[in-house]
């Protein structure tokens, strides 16, 4: 079997623990840090986060984190409301965007949050998505037509429009790259 | 909203994005349940006031529009004063479509590409770096996630459309004193590579900056019109207030107001100049 082992310098360490605050229903997030300006390894840090002072989605989780408990945690983030595709990343296990998974859909003692696999980690939660970006651009997604160009606007049947569903969804948050 | 007495097919193939999100947010069946709605911002109008060609403009020895040679402004940041026409399809359609492209290809008429430029003086550039600093060492006992919350909620509660002059006023006092306190902000991180913590903070010091003009000019206009629908002051008083506002602010959040006119012409002989008219619905 192949042995697959992380290059030098990059496997998690165990990091900084927060207080854990009172509260009923009080969840616990491994989150993955790295900072590029201090090097070392990447570590895991663990928040402790009481979901009834928060919304119902990652996004918000690590958003209360930011505003409450640790504003240098660095993640992408700016629709908040699954079109963008800007805050994906590796979720318990599953790569998602952060604003549509809900915290009760994760299951385990504790949720861990980590940036998208197999793509350079710039800081903390932010992969350099410059090679997806070079192979989406690669594949050239968009229509092309044989026919020649008409003197004013192109016109779409219902019927064509309907062979680009399941193919037009695509909001780029690289997800799908692993 | 209201959307179950519309067949599930038509929604399912006019209004999916809508669905989904209803489903994923509130948990409702956009087939059988109304979708629960609620204010928010959706854009910003107004703006840096630019003509046509997305040059920013200002008032110089009383003319008002006296371009700064230079400088330019599109899409959000700028005011072209095209105004509700602008929010048609939710996308800022014709700040895109029209003045952007406008603006590109102003660019393209009016300088040189590779052309040499001249050093700028390094006392025009210090002050944009001493702010840079200011703040990415910002060591005050206010976060930023505090002060953010502190102006969202003034201007929530003191500049929403519907508004009198008394929540006005209360609401200038309110930035007042947030203004007040954002030279004692902190933050945490001091890198200078991906530092969302100093990019938050230098947002909330841009936004305060709107905040403190939007909430002095609404007080200052007695007049309602458009989203500035004052309670108090019911009527649109074109006699007194065709006109718009400008405003100036400095770094302790201290307003000046003044105003340009409207212009009521067109730039051409196909076209009359349309008169605005109340809104009634």
């Known amino acids: 079997m192949v042995q697959l082992t992380l290059p030098k310098g990059s496997a998690p360490k165990k990091g900084k623990t927060w207080p854990k605050p009172k509260g009923k229903n009080v969840k616990k997030f491994k989150v993955y840090r790295y900072s590029p300006e201090e090097g070392g390894n990447p570590r895991w840090d663990t928040y402790f986060v009481d979901t009834d002072q928060c919304g119902p989605m990652i996004l918000d989780v690590l958003i209360y984190i930011k505003n409450h408990i640790d504003s240098t945690l660095a993640f992408r983030r700016s629709c908040r409301e699954g079109v963008c595709g800007s805050c994906a990343m590796n979720i318990g296990g599953h790569n998602t965007i952060a604003c549509t998974r809900g915290w009760d859909e994760v299951a385990g003692p504790h949720i861990s949050i980590a940036p998208l696999p197999s793509q350079p980690v710039v800081k903390d939660l932010i992969p350099d998505l410059t090679n997806f970006y070079a192979q989406h651009a690669y594949v050239q997604p968009f229509l092309k037509t044989d026919t020649p160009e008409p003197e004013k606007e192109w016109t779409q049947s219902e019927e064509d429009r309907e062979h680009l569903d399941g193919l037009y969804e695509c909001i780029l948050c690289a997800s799908c790259s692993t | ?281």
């Open chain 2, 1 to 281: 909203m209201h959307l179950e007495h519309l067949p599930a097919e038509t929604l399912a193939a006019r209004l999916p994005g809508i669905s989904e999100t209803a489903k994923v947010f509130s948990g409702v069946d956009v087939t059988r349940e109304p979708i629960p709605v609620l204010p928010t911002v959706h854009y910003n109008m107004g703006g840096i006031p630019t003509n046509f060609h997305g040059e920013v403009l200002t008032k110089n020895d009383g003319d008002p529009d006296s371009v700064v040679q230079g400088l330019m402004a599109v899409g959000e940041a700028a005011c072209v004063s095209v105004h509700g026409a602008n929010r048609l399809g939710s996308n800022s359609l014709i700040d895109l479509v029209v003045f952007g492209r406008a603006a590109g290809l102003r660019c393209g008429a009016t300088l040189d590409a590779g052309a040499s430029q001249p050093s700028i003086d390094e006392k025009q550039t210090e002050s944009h770096l001493a702010r840079f600093d200011r703040i990415r060492n910002a060591d005050g006992e206010h976060t930023v996630a505090d002060l953010r919350l502190e102006m969202q909620k003034a201007m929530q509660d003191n500049c929403a459309v519907f508004r009198t002059g008394d929540v006005l006023d209360e609401g200038v006092e309110k930035i007042e004193a947030i203004n007040k306190k954002a030279p004692s902000m902190r933050i945490e991180d001091r890198g200078m590579i991906w530092n969302t913590d100093l990019l938050e903070a230098l947002e909330f010091d841009n936004l305060i900056g709107q905040a403190t003009v939007t909430v002095n000019s609404a007080a200052n206009r007695k007049e309602s019109r458009g989203a500035h629908a004052r309670e108090d002051f019911d009527q649109r008083d074109d006699e007194n207030w065709m006109m718009h506002t400008l405003a100036w602010s400095n770094e302790g959040g201290d307003v000046n107001i003044d105003y340009r006119p409207v212009h009521n012409y067109t730039m051409s002989n196909e076209i009359e100049y349309i008169k605005p008219k109340e809104r009634v619905y």
